[in-house]
């Protein structure tokens, strides 16, 4: 390098070194600040509250609102997030049951939505998902409920239905689809393991590339990868967290068929949160079977502005050919729209449940 690039190099680098040590002293600042929370909610005898939904959405709001560059929303979103999760670490890790085993998407919405600072439980059902939160040995659970291309994911809707639990916020995760394998070439590849929902999500991929190689439906992709790193002429349809925890070179990478796929994933607690600003709520309810009566029972919402954004049917484990739906609208239930809608929901349908308002995914 010549003298005056160096030169204009070493100012440059001086500049972020100093920035760098003003971030250091200011993370530290926040952090002896999110310390005087903790103390303040112990004095108060709300100790066991240290992490609260609406209070973190609204500081990313806040956030993204001011960003005004070079770096995206997303980032500014992830950076924030991982400094929240640092300093809810020095009260308490927050304990994050999710479906297991580590390597999976749903320890990817998990880190996404507490961060790296959080304390990872692995579960091998999404019925033990739940009941870790239910029995308290978990803070939280982070559990999937809908695709992009799948749909819904039945067993959490099922187990919605008879939860104490809340739903307090939700993760949207973007689903890359990686081909992993210790083999050098497709040509090698005789099977392929994979959880049934990505099998189906790479299906028309697999067709093209691999049609004659079995496919063999597991019970995650972190244990798709397990299998695939131990057999010769195996591959596992995973992603980069099953990659890099079971050290397999990716044979092909981006193999979805739909480039927006997208899993939803909702976080339950055992407490609500409060209005954000920006919040949605989910609900279950059935209807009367008679011709009509699902209009009617949906009524309500337009009739105060409330805007539904999903309805998804059911069958009801009760009662055979009847069925629940599960509806998801803008709005807090603190809401004086959305209050008076469900006022009017509860009188008109045979059953209704409140699952949860909560902030609505960031990104």
């Keep these: 390098m010549n003298d005056d690039l160096l ?25 002896r600040y999110a310390q005087q929370v903790g103390e303040i909610k112990a004095r108060h005898g709300e100790a066991g509250f240290i992490y609260r939904p609406e209070r973190e959405a609204q500081v990313l709001q ?9 770096l995206s929303n997303e980032s500014v979103t992830w950076f924030f997030r991982e400094v929240m999760s640092a300093c809810l670490s020095l009260e308490q890790p927050l304990g994050i049951a999710f479906l297991g085993p580590l390597g ?4 990817g919405a998990a880190t996404k939505h507490f961060g790296h600072a959080a304390r990872l439980m692995p579960q091998i059902s999404i019925d033990d998902v739940f009941r870790e939160v239910e029995a308290c040995h978990a803070d939280y ?6 695709n992009s291309t799948e749909g819904a994911i039945g067993r959490t809707l099922d187990l919605l239905l008879t939860t104490p639990l809340k739903i307090c916020g939700e993760v949207l995760l973007r689903i890359h689809q990686h081909l992993l394998s210790n083999e050098l070439s497709l040509g090698a590849v005789k099977k392929v393991y994979s959880h049934a929902q990505s099998l189906a999500q790479c299906h028309e991929w697999l067709n ?10 597991v019970g995650s992709n972190a244990q798709a ?32 068929d739909e480039p927006n796929n997208t899993t939803r994933f ?9 209005p954000s600003g920006r919040d949605k709520t989910s609900l279950v309810m059935s209807a009367h079977n008679q011709t009509g009566a699902l209009g009617k029972l949906l009524a309500p919402l337009s009739d105060a502005g409330v805007s539904m954004t999903r309805l998804e049917s059911r069958p009801a484990r009760h009662t055979l050919w009847e069925y629940v739906f599960f509806v998801d609208i803008d709005g807090h239930s603190d809401d004086a729209p959305v209050r008076t809608a469900l006022v009017e929901l509860a009188r008109r349908a045979p059953y209704l ?11």
């Design 7 to 31: 030169r204009e190099l070493s100012v440059v680098r001086q500049q972020i070194d100093a920035l760098d040590g003003q971030l250091l002293e200011l993370l530290n600042q926040r952090a």
């Design 62 to 70: 806040r956030i993204q609102g001011s960003n005004r560059g070079p």
């Design 104 to 107: 999976t998407f749903s320890e």
């Design 141 to 146: 659970a982070v559990v999937p409920i809908e």
């Design 208 to 217: 093209r590339s691999l049609p004659l190689a079995q496919r063999i439906p």
């Design 225 to 256: 990868a397990q299998l695939a790193a131990a057999e010769a002429g195996a591959a596992a349809i995973a992603g980069q967290a099953a990659a890099e925890r079971y050290h397999l070179p990716e044979l092909a990478s981006n193999i979805e």
């Design 266 to 274: 909702v976080v339950l607690g055992r407490h609500d949160a409060g």
């Design 353 to 363: 449940k409140l699952l949860g308002s909560y902030p609505m995914a960031a990104f």
